[in-house]
């Protein structure tokens, strides 16, 4: 393992004091590919130019961001194009080719412009099967729906989906302290592989945040899942830091079949702001860790914003952690709600101990008014649906008393509910829940049937090491139409037509679906004068 670390110290100048040290036993990132034609994730390819982790985000309606990352640093990425497998005959390049400290690879991103709506494309980037490097197909994407466009469209929805296999979840945790709560069981399948054995069946993903969970590798090490000797389960601060970038290789090597092929639109979560998962303590060892344990590199959600390259350009946002995008009918807003909540508010992340997270805006409201500028500008005879994505819940069976009304949900729900928008979706706690449609604790009573208020979701049951949150008891906060604290999910929302919406849950394990909710929105198109924009109708809600 020791050699091929040296030898990949000799090429990355800047990741040589990341690769000085092995990682621990369990770690698949000290070793060297074959060069013999397949890439073993987490590992070093032995054409340092190879293309990696690829990943599609759409870039507008007439636009695809291609970004991959390579243990070289690219001077100019490229992507050749076109409608034919055999000709592409169109490029793109740009400069963009960077990395941060503590990782190994580098991130190249390539915005393809100028494409025809709901065409199917095919593509390779710089390096796309060079001498010894891993075999690949060209891969294809398809292009977003033209706004207005009325065909069924689908979405494959999840949120805090982590790295899978044994530094991962899987069949088994740390033996100091792991959850008890659902780990897979031999013989299911997990998230990713259902993703992708159904990827025939959705245009697209939405990551409602969490991804990866490379701020595990602290929390594993401290429950023993990579050693049981105190060297291990006391990581130093470089260990900690190897352990994240090799989980978060691994973990975009797993994603790679579906993301290099279905745009993966991310959130940002909590998890993707530093190393330490929020705080992790050993008790064993009485050892509280912060994110000063955090090198640079780990902190600030700087492996989010290098690694992604979401259309916040497009739609005068803000790096990858608000922005929107329009697909056929659907109008889709992405919010961050770690940071940036307005003046006066204070995100939950923006707490850590060196406030090291954000903001991100140029001033404290910068999100908030983007968002009611956002939504003010939709048409919505164009796209009648629209739908947000935003990490953390403001309801939760996990806390059936309710969380008061936390900080976010002042920041963004009102704007929401005043703009009429159609769902709400969100993960951060480990379950499934559906919940009726709702306004500031008010339950709306038409229920699915054309409501004036959103229809709000929490999914966060993807999966990762720690498997599921466990609700405390049976008690249901008010308004859940749907609760599961037993499965690892995902789900499938279709948008059939301009008044009506399906939500399909997937269990992972076998990919069978496991219920189907419709909601119906008349988006103006039926005359009980309600659920049409410009028309300011209150209902049984106050206004
Ligand atoms: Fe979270």
Redesign the pocket.
Known sequence: MVPSLLKAGAFAGLASSVLAQAPAKSFKCGSTDLGNGVHVPGAIPKNLDEPLQHRLAFAGSDGMTVSWSSFNKQDTPTVWYGTSPDKLDQHATSKLSSTYPTSRTYNSHVKLTGLKPNTQYYYKVTGTNGYEAAYLPTFKFKTARAPGDDSPLTVATFA?LGLMGEDGLSTATGPFGGSAHATLEPGETNTIQSLLSLADTYEFSIHV??IGYADYSLKEAVQGLFGTDNATTQPTRQDVANHYECMSEQFFDQMRPITAQKPWMVSP???EANCDNGGTTDERANITYTDDWCLPGQTNFTWFSEHFKMPSYESNGRGNFWYSFDNGMVHFISLTAETDLGEGLTGPIENSTNNQNGPFGAYPNEQVDWLQKDLAAVDRNVTPWVVASI??PWITSVEPDGLGYPAWQQAFERTLWENEVDLIQH??VHTTELFQPQYNGTLDERGLDNPRAPLILVNGAAGHYDGLDEFPSDKRINGTLYANDQEFTWGRLTFHNRTHMSYELIASRNSSVVETWTLRRAHGETDDGHGSRGKKWCGRLKC
């Open positions: 805090d945040g969490d979560g909590n998890h990490h953390r993960g951060h």
